[in-house]
Structures are given as C-alpha cells and as structure tokens.
C-alpha cells in the first residue's frame, strides 16, 4: 500500500473531490468481506463506539471515522439511527473537526440526557505547528431539528497537573442526580488512571482528582473508561494499554476489561475485584455501555485493535461494531449475552440432533456464511470435542474444547488471510463451568463466541475465502452427544 503522509492523514473529506471520493466507496462495496448485519464503515477506518444512547424513542450509535483510508487520521464521527439495535439506518457525519479545539480530530467521548436535551461529551484533539498535542473535553447539544451545535470552548481545556495530554475519551454517568464525567488519564509517571469530574448544569465542571484503585502499575494509559451500576455494584469498564502477556491473559495487544467494587465519590476511591478481560478474542477494544428502551445494560465493542493490519486495508476500510450484548452481574462476573431482539434476522432454521466422534465430521447440510448456531453438548465423553467453521479443503476456522483442563481454544491459523502485528493464531480461555452450550455468530469476516450462556465471549474478525462454507465437528477420542441450531442471518 502507499505510505501515507501526515499531510494525507489529517485531509478533511470536504476537501477532497467527488471523483475520488466516489472511486474509494466503489472499491470498498466490491470488498468480499463486507458484513451483512454489523456496523461497519461506508469507506475508511471505524473504530471506537462514540455517543451510545436510547432517547425519545430511538437508539444512537456513532463510531469514530477517518473516511479516506483504512488508517488512524482526522477523525469524525458516524452516526446511526434505530427504533430496535438490530436494523440500522446511516445518518451520515454527526460531529466533525470543525473547531480550533478538535481540529486535529473529534476523538472518543458519550451521549447523556439532561433536563430533556440530548448531549454529547468528546475529547477534543489540536495540535501546534509543533505537533504539539493538547486535549479537550467539549459539549455539543443535540438541537431540535436534529442539528448538533457545539459548545463555543471546552468545558475542560485542557488536563490537570500531573497528568500528560493523553487526557481523553470522557464518559457520562448520573449517580445522586448529579452528573459525572469518568476520564482516561496518564499521570507524569507514565501511569493508566482514572479522573472524575462533575456537573451540576452541563457547562462548568469541577476537577473531584483520580479515582483511587488497587491498580497502581497496571499499564502506561487507561483508554475508553465506563462506569455503571448494575445489581447494586459498581462497574468499571476501561482499557489498559502496556500489559504484559501472562499465560493465556493478556494477549493482545492492548487490553480491555472491567473492575467490580464500590465508588467512593467523597473520598475518591474504588473498592474492588480484581481486573478481568471482558473478551478472550483477538478482535475487541474500547467496548461502551448504555441503558436500553426496557432498562438492561447493553454493551457494543469495536471489533478491531490499534497498531494491526487487516486484509481489507488495501481495500480502502477496515473494522466493524460488535453486536449488541446484554450484561448481566452473576456470582461476582459480568455475563455477556446476545441481544435478544437479533433473533429477528433470523431466517432458515435447520436442526441435528446426533453423535460426533472423531470419524464423524461433516454436519448435512450444514453450511453457511452469515448465521447464527447454537450447540448444546448433551453428553460428553471425549477428550477433546472439534468445531471448524467457515471450512474448505484448505481453511477453517477451528474451535476445540478440552475436558481434562475445561479450556476452550479458538484457532484462526488456516481461517484464511490474517491481520499483522498479532501475538500467534490462537487465543484460549479456562472456563468456570464445564462445557454445555456454545452461542456462536458468524458474519462475512467475523465471529463471535459465547460460552455457557455467556460465560466467556471470544470475538475475532476472520477472512476466509467465499468457498470456505462448511461447517464440522469431530472429537480426538469417544464422543459427544450434540443438538445443532443454525439460522441463516439476514442484515
């Protein structure tokens, strides 16, 4: 691919012509890799999910957006419009580097309500003539013809002492019917924290300081924090950046995960549980949260990572959304489910009901692309159970479960092309519970595993060849008693 200058990178897409513009979006439609029912990118590179919100009858999701290329640049944001988190229609730019204080880009930030007006909070990001960086937290409310007007200057310019410019990607939340922003951080130290601020009016915020954890060296940067409470707890979502790999955890490379505990706000501290990732997948960084129409806590990720190459990058885009998950906080670990509202895709059902063992291998007339499967381990006396997906003669995508060590491995080594400046081909996880059933979504170039009903979720993008189609199952030893569903996904 062409190297991209710096100059290239930070072009506004109102500069450049029609034509080319038009020649970028005719090469990524031709793409065989598009998705059917994610969210993905109309040109250029997607990424983290911005401004998630239900308000007046309708969900919003946004995601940040350099339209040119399938590279990190001037970044806007994509909005999206939907009446059920399932079918989605494009709204377009809903904010753009505009200002002198986002000039060099409208990066990460939420959505929240207040006194019946929709807002959104973002980290503005300007450089100098130095390259110089400076970070901004800025407002935009959401006026009634649906037009977004921008707050004239931030409402913190700037980080406090202490702290480096990597200051960003604020996330509202009211607790006591006051509002609070919760904000990535790096001190001086080149230490991840976490800053709260408050409101009581939406423009003037008061620096409360840094969160207090257990977590004192735990990465150089805390990237996209959430906070929520959910059952009574609190809930600390964010992405640490500069973990070690240590085993089976940690892997990629940046992490995401969440802490269960108890905010102090009067003395600025969090009592909690130990960190834990929220996906095991290679695929899945900067997640959000929201609250849905019925209440439930719904979770959407950017299936993708900073710092890789993907295949379809010379094809002009790169990155899709997640699909919408429901948590929930069971025996002291949040349960990953999918939304309910996606069995409305569903169409084609099929069923098998039969042993597998290692001579039996190929599931009639199981086969597919884009789908949904569940498989329910009935009984189970093999030493290791096989699942290859998105299979040919000379690709798969496999998925083994171990008994002795109850550990559930997915292997993308043969799934066809991979993304660069990953650490090997398979990533692995040690269940709570012996394996009963597997929840799997697969779309054109994705794949997202649930484990006993939501357990463990392993989520990873994919790019097998259009022939690779065939969907096996074998054991290594004995055999297992299986009961396939499959739907065919309509988007």
């Excluded at 190297?3 to 072009?11: C, K, P, S």
């Excluded at 959401?142 to 406090?160: A, L, Y």
């Excluded at 080149?190 to 969160?211: A, H, K, M």
């Excluded at 019925?294 to 990155?319: F, N, Q, V």
Aim: proline share 4%.
């Amino acid at each position: 691919m062409a190297e991209w200058t710096r100059e290239a990178r930070y072009q506004r897409i109102e500069d450049v012509d029609t034509e080319t513009f038009k020649n970028l979006k005719q090469r990524v439609d031709a793409s065989p890799y598009r998705q059917t029912y994610h969210i993905q990118p109309e040109t250029g590179l997607l990424n983290d999910p911005n401004g998630l919100i239900y308000y007046d009858g309708y969900y919003y999701i946004s995601h940040q957006w350099f339209p040119l290329g399938a590279v990190h640049g001037l970044k806007y944001w994509f909005n999206y419009k939907s009446d059920d988190l399932v079918h989605f229609k494009a709204q377009g730019p809903i904010l753009e580097p505009d200002t002198k204080y986002d000039s060099h880009g409208v990066y990460s930030g939420s959505a929240f309500e207040f006194n019946g007006h929709l807002y959104y909070i973002y980290t503005g990001n300007h450089r100098d003539n130095y390259w110089k960086r400076t970070s901004s937290q800025m407002i935009a409310r959401v006026k009634e013809d649906g037009s977004v007007e921008k707050f004239p200057k931030p409402v913190i310019h700037g980080q406090p002492d202490g702290y480096t410019s990597h200051f960003r990607d604020p996330k509202v939340f009211k607790k006591d019917d006051q509002l609070y922003a919760i904000i990535g951080a790096q001190n001086n130290n080149e230490q991840g924290r976490l800053l709260l601020y408050q409101s009581d009016d939406v423009v003037n915020w008061t620096f409360l300081g840094e969160i207090q954890t257990n977590l004192n060296h735990f990465g150089y940067m805390w990237e996209c924090p959430d906070y929520f409470e959910l059952d009574g707890q609190g809930v600390i979502l964010f992405c640490p950046q500069g973990i070690e790999a240590d085993g089976n955890k940690y892997r990629n490379i940046y992490q995401s995960g969440y802490m269960i505990g108890h905010l102090n706000i009067e003395n600025m501290t969090f009592d909690h549980q130990e960190f834990q990732e929220l996906d095991r997948g290679f695929d899945f960084y900067a997640p959000q949260t929201f609250i849905d129409k019925d209440g439930k806590r719904i979770l959407i990720g950017w299936m993708g990572l900073p710092e890789s190459d993907y295949p379809t990058d010379s094809e002009g885009w790169a990155h899709c959304l997640t699909i919408p998950r429901e948590l929930t906080l069971e025996n002291g670990k949040l349960k990953q489910r999918p939304l309910k509202a996606l069995e409305t895709l569903r169409t084609n059902k099929e069923t098998a009901l039969g042993y597998a063992n290692k001579f039996n291998r190929k599931l009639h007339p199981y086969e597919g692309k884009q789908y949904e499967m569940i498989i329910d381990i009935l009984e189970n006396d093999a030493t290791e159970i096989y699942f290859e997906l998105r299979s040919s003669r000379n690709e798969s995508t496999l998925i083994t479960y171990n008994q002795r060590e109850n550990s559930l491995t997915l292997d993308r080594s043969e799934s066809g092309l991979l993304p660069t400046n990953v650490d090997g081909t398979t990533r692995s996880t040690i269940l709570d519970t012996p394996l009963n059933q597997l929840h799997i979504f697969v779309d054109t170039s994705s794949i997202e595993i649930f484990c006993n009903n939501g357990e463990r979720v392993l989520t990873s993008r994919i790019f097998p060849s259009e022939a690779s189609t065939g969907i096996k199952a074998s054991t290594e030893s004995g055999q297992v008693y299986l009961q396939f569903t499959k739907f065919e996904l309509k988007g």
